[in-house]
């Protein structure tokens, strides 16, 4: 066993997290891969699980053909490759084209027989079936808690299962063989291990690619298990699920395993095609239509983002606008803010992480507390309702007791009738009434519009602003009003209505940050500790949190009724100037979201609310579909830009950062966040059968909150359903890694890499492309970390 801990550790490694539902935040199912550089990941995914980097060909010839891939594009990513000859010669020459290598097969695949006396299933089928299924009772928190009480845990209680196998599909002869031989099987996890590794003998040289496979057998679970494993390590401890999940994998290996060893056995199949597999590559061609790809998009954007570099105005610093506003870096909001500052005179806007760099976990009413921050940290402090616990937990035993197997049909029978006024309330078209809990789907009917409380002192609040002022860009003259807009949308019937809400809020709306930040900021006592500090704020600033709900481009202003009169008294004024900007986002996202732009704006606003409270919508909003771009520059180096929606906007004024330290937060936070979105969205694009949850019309909530099946079995699927990338027709979502944009100097870039390895690792790696635009023309960081023009 000591010979074989690496490679099972490596194997673990690999595996990334899967988000719940009540905090489906995008992440990245190749964080786990990111030591290897993008070609040699390519390389890996081939081998493990004959999962693509890139999309189908055709794909690609049909953007080639339709104008999309450019010849320039091409032939620098020719030249990348190494290619010599010119795009024509390779073109014709079909580099790289023919049949891919089947699917790896494990020993259970090797078998020469049907699972099921109906032959309708192969073994790994069944495999997955059953290892799924007894995942989701195991995990199942509304079920009744049995494991709680197995002292073994996950793999013992599985072994214990596995000596019973009522339900399991296979032929009368078969099943009795797999119930003697797990009756043999070893008592521990651990002991499992070792003891399969024993039986199977893989060989070391591709031991843990043969690990990796079998885990992403049910990649599903495998990413929740790993999910745990994330939660357990924020808290300073461990989790052994990912690791009892690889024991119960290998078992099954063990229990069809016939014992014969000769050179006609199913053994042999099953190590011959291993060892011909790790000869096997990713498709090169595919790679290269890649790359080109994305130069088609990068280039002309890094030439237009140079062409507007200028020198810095002092004037418009020195002059106070009328208004401020800071909205989250999400792609969504892009348009929005063009919106506004050509909508609004002498406005300007600023990108910044959507929590507002409040790393709280908000405090629900029955006292449980949800992390609202990047998942990548840990909640600092708590914040929210006043506790109100014997209601809440009264509707969460009813809410349980409808979603518990046991009770299921006498439910029906007892309460189903009851429902029905309710049911007939929701089919009937009806008013648009955002009210915060509607917006916010995992708040529903809990007290969410209470003003947010926190437990912080003065001059802890006073710490905290001190540096999200200026890290927001709000250094300079403050405005009248400045606006703090969080975002959120809204979905009826989407169990993964989460990935449409604030990733840096955890996948949870953005208002509560909002509130909590802007009524600190309002508050007399801070104000006069921070002029204390020389930041003193206007007597007639008004903080104002605010709303951006993204799948009706609609901005709602929040607590305006804890204003004071005059400031009351200049809202009309205010509210006109958003409804303008909000009308004409709309405008320019209606053919987008399948609408003619009206004339009428209240019909088109009427239509994109009324896709958010369609029970049927498959696509109430695209979402963050297209996103392609990470700039962090001061905003007049993208202000005469349309940036179609696909950029993360961040305010960065490297001039205001003497040592770089917001500079390294930005490449370790915001970047990071970004890639990860950018990744869910590219994998479940190139790959939607692994890590796609397939089609949303099929989905069935598993475990309450875990995530859901594609139907009523098969792996848990994780990922972005096909009707978030796809429209019936076409792509909606182009797979490119992210092109990362930094104003500063190159040296002091260079600097805050070298202190943030996680960052340049993604860099030299290629998992997204890292340029720095602050001369005349763009410099990439290269793989032996450095700087070159392209």
């Given at each position: 066993?000591?010979?074989?801990?690496?490679?099972?550790?490596?194997?673990?490694?690999?595996?990334?997290?899967a988000?719940?539902?009540?905090?489906?935040?995008?992440?990245?199912?190749?964080?786990?891969l990111?030591?290897l550089?993008?070609?040699?990941?390519?390389?890996?995914?081939r081998?493990?699980?004959?999962?693509?980097?890139h999309?189908?060909?055709?794909?690609?010839?049909?953007?080639?053909?339709?104008?999309?891939?450019?010849?320039?594009a091409?032939e620098?990513?020719?030249?990348?490759?190494?290619w010599?000859?010119?795009?024509?010669?390779?073109?014709?020459?079909?580099?790289?084209?023919?049949d891919?290598?089947?699917?790896?097969?494990?020993?259970?695949?090797?078998?020469?027989?049907?699972?099921g006396?109906?032959?309708?299933?192969?073994?790994?089928?069944?495999?997955?079936?059953?290892?799924s299924?007894?995942?989701?009772?195991?995990?199942?928190?509304?079920?009744?808690?049995?494991?709680?009480?197995?002292?073994?845990?996950?793999?013992a209680?599985?072994?214990?299962?596995?000596?019973?196998?009522?339900?399991?599909?296979?032929?009368?002869e078969?099943?009795?063989q797999?119930?003697?031989?797990?009756?043999?099987?070893?008592?521990?996890?651990?002991?499992?291990?070792?003891?399969?590794?024993?039986?199977?003998?893989?060989?070391?040289?591709?031991?843990?690619?043969?690990?990796?496979?079998?885990?992403?057998?049910?990649?599903?679970w495998?990413?929740w298990?790993?999910?745990l494993?994330?939660?357990?390590?924020?808290?300073?401890?461990?989790?052994?699920?990912?690791?009892?999940?690889?024991?119960?994998?290998?078992?099954?290996?063990?229990?069809?395993d016939?014992?014969?060893r000769?050179?006609?056995?199913?053994?042999?199949?099953?190590?011959?095609?291993?060892?011909?597999?790790?000869?096997?590559?990713?498709?090169?061609?595919?790679?290269?239509?890649?790359?080109?790809h994305?130069l088609?998009?990068?280039?002309?954007?890094?030439e237009?983002?140079?062409?507007?570099r200028?020198?810095?105005?002092a004037?418009?610093d020195?002059?106070?606008?009328?208004?401020?506003?800071?909205?989250?870096?999400?792609?969504?909001?892009?348009p929005?803010?063009?919106?506004?500052?050509?909508?609004?005179?002498?406005?300007?806007?600023?990108?910044?992480?959507?929590?507002?760099?409040?790393?709280?976990?908000y405090?629900?009413?029955?006292?449980?507390?949800?992390?609202?921050?990047?998942?990548?940290?840990?909640?600092?402090?708590?914040?929210?309702?006043?506790?109100?616990?014997?209601?809440?937990?009264a509707r969460?035993?009813?809410?349980?007791?409808?979603?518990?197997?046991?009770?299921?049909?006498?439910?029906?029978?007892?309460?189903?009738?009851?429902?029905?006024?309710?049911?007939?309330?929701?089919?009937?078209?009806?008013?648009?009434?955002?009210?915060?809990p509607?917006?916010?789907?995992?708040?529903?009917r809990?007290?969410?519009?209470?003003?947010?409380?926190d437990g912080?002192g003065?001059?802890?609040r006073?710490?905290?602003?001190?540096?999200?002022?200026?890290?927001?860009?709000?250094?300079?003259?403050?405005?009248?009003?400045?606006?703090?807009?969080?975002?959120?949308s809204?979905?009826?019937?989407?169990?993964?209505?989460?990935a449409?809400?604030?990733?840096?809020?955890?996948?949870?709306?953005?208002?509560?940050?909002?509130?909590?930040?802007?009524?600190?900021?309002?508050?007399?006592?801070?104000r006069?500790?921070?002029?204390?500090?020389?930041?003193?704020?206007p007597?007639?600033?008004?903080?104002?949190?605010?709303?951006?709900?993204?799948?009706?481009?609609?901005?709602?202003?929040?607590?305006?009724?804890?204003?004071?009169?005059?400031?009351r008294?200049?809202?009309?004024?205010?509210?006109?100037?958003?409804?303008?900007?909000?009308?004409?986002?709309?405008?320019?996202?209606?053919p987008?979201a399948?609408?003619?732009?009206?004339?009428?704006?209240?019909?088109?606003?009427?239509?994109?609310?009324?896709?958010g409270?369609?029970?049927?919508?498959?696509?109430?909003?695209?979402?963050l579909?297209?996103?392609?771009?990470?700039?962090?520059?001061p905003?007049?180096?993208?202000?005469?830009?349309?940036?179609?929606g696909?950029?993360?906007?961040?305010?960065?004024?490297?001039?205001?950062?003497?040592?770089?330290a917001?500079?390294?937060a930005?490449?370790?936070a915001?970047?990071?966040?970004?890639?990860?979105?950018?990744?869910?969205?590219f994998?479940s694009?190139?790959?939607?059968?692994?890590?796609?949850?397939?089609?949303?019309?099929?989905?069935?909530?598993v475990?309450?909150?875990?995530?859901v099946?594609?139907g009523?079995?098969?792996?848990?699927?994780?990922?972005?359903?096909?009707?978030?990338?796809?429209?019936?027709?076409r792509?909606?979502?182009?797979?490119?890694?992210?092109?990362?944009?930094?104003?500063?100097?190159?040296?002091?870039?260079?600097?805050?890499?070298?202190?943030?390895?996680?960052?340049?690792?993604?860099?030299?790696?290629?998992w997204?492309?890292?340029?720095?635009?602050?001369g005349?023309?763009?410099?990439?960081?290269?793989?032996?970390?450095g700087?070159?023009?392209?």
């Open positions: 066993m000591t010979d074989h801990r690496q490679a099972i550790a490596r194997a673990l490694a690999a595996i990334a997290p988000w719940p539902l009540d905090s489906l935040v995008a992440s990245s199912p190749y964080w786990g990111r030591d550089s993008f070609r040699a990941a390519a390389d890996a995914l081998q493990v699980a004959d999962s693509p980097l999309l189908p060909q055709d794909e690609y010839l049909a953007a080639w053909r339709g104008g999309e891939i450019g010849p320039v091409l620098a990513a020719l030249r990348e490759a190494g010599r000859d010119g795009a024509q010669a390779w073109l014709a020459a079909g580099l790289g084209e023919g891919p290598p089947a699917s790896p097969r494990l020993l259970a695949a090797c078998l020469g027989e049907a699972a006396p109906l032959d309708a299933q192969s073994w790994t089928d069944v495999i997955i079936q059953q290892i299924q007894y995942c989701a009772a195991w995990f199942d928190r509304d079920q009744a808690n049995w494991h709680l009480d197995h002292e073994g845990g996950f793999y209680a599985w072994r214990e299962q596995a000596r019973h196998p009522y339900g399991l599909s296979a032929r009368p078969r099943r009795e797999i119930r003697r031989r797990a009756e043999r099987l070893p008592e521990t996890a651990e002991a499992m291990l070792a003891a399969g590794l024993a039986q199977l003998q893989p060989q070391p040289q591709w031991l843990t690619p043969w690990l990796q496979a079998l885990l992403m057998r049910n990649n599903g495998a990413g298990c790993a999910y494993g994330w939660q357990a390590g924020l808290q300073g401890k461990t989790d052994g699920h990912l690791r009892e999940l690889l024991a119960i994998q290998l078992a099954w290996e063990c229990l069809l016939d014992g014969e000769g050179p006609d056995s199913v053994w042999a199949a099953w190590r011959g095609d291993w060892a011909a597999r790790r000869r096997c590559q990713a498709d090169a061609r595919g790679l290269i239509w890649q790359r080109a994305e088609s998009l990068h280039a002309p954007l890094l237009a983002l140079c062409r507007e200028a020198a810095e105005d004037a418009e020195a002059a106070r606008p009328a208004l401020q506003a800071v909205f989250c870096i999400d792609v969504r909001s892009e929005l803010r063009r919106a506004l500052e050509e909508t609004v005179p002498d406005s300007r806007s600023y990108g910044f992480a959507g929590f507002f760099g409040l790393p709280l976990a405090r629900l009413s029955d006292g449980d507390a949800q992390p609202r921050l990047p998942v990548l940290l840990s909640p600092g402090w708590a914040a929210g309702a006043p506790s109100a616990a014997g209601p809440a937990a969460r035993g009813w809410q349980a007791l409808q979603r518990s197997p046991l009770s299921g049909f006498a439910l029906v029978e007892s309460a189903g009738l009851g429902k029905l006024a309710a049911l007939l309330r929701r089919s009937r078209a009806r008013a648009y009434q955002p009210d915060l509607q917006l916010d789907p995992w708040l529903t809990r007290s969410a519009q209470a003003v947010p409380q912080l003065l001059e802890r006073v710490e905290i602003v001190s540096g999200l002022l200026p890290a927001m860009g709000l250094s300079g003259p403050l405005a009248p009003w400045v606006l703090l807009t969080g975002h959120a809204h979905a009826s019937n989407n169990p993964q209505a989460a449409l809400q604030c990733g840096a809020c955890g996948g949870h709306g953005g208002h509560q940050h909002a509130r909590l930040l802007a009524g600190w900021l309002n508050d007399p006592a801070l006069a500790r921070l002029a204390e500090r020389g930041r003193p704020i007597a007639d600033t008004v903080f104002l949190p605010a709303l951006h709900l993204t799948h009706s481009d609609e901005i709602l202003l929040l607590d305006i009724e804890a204003l004071p009169a005059d400031a008294a200049r809202l009309p004024g205010l509210s006109a100037q958003l409804q303008a900007a909000s009308a004409l986002a709309r405008h320019r996202r209606a987008q399948g609408f003619a732009p009206e004339a009428d704006d209240a019909i088109l606003l009427k239509k994109m609310r009324q896709k409270d369609d029970w049927a919508e498959t696509r109430p909003e695209w979402a579909a297209g996103n392609a771009l990470f700039i962090a520059a905003r007049a180096r993208t202000r005469g830009l349309d940036l179609g696909r950029a993360f906007l961040h305010e960065y004024d490297w001039r205001a950062d003497p040592d770089g917001g500079l390294q930005i490449l370790a915001p970047m990071v966040v970004a890639h990860w979105i950018n990744m869910q969205y994998a694009t190139v790959d939607p059968r692994r890590f796609g949850s397939g089609n949303k019309l099929l989905h069935n909530v475990g309450g909150r875990i995530g099946f594609e009523n079995s098969g792996d848990l699927r994780i990922g972005l359903a096909w009707q978030s990338l796809h429209d019936g027709q792509l909606r979502h182009a797979p490119l890694r992210l092109a990362a944009c930094i104003d500063a100097p190159p040296e002091k870039l260079a600097a805050a890499l070298a202190a943030q390895p996680i960052p340049r690792q993604l860099a030299e790696n290629g997204l492309h890292l340029y720095c635009l602050h005349d023309a763009p410099l990439r960081w290269h793989a032996d970390g700087w070159r023009h392209d």
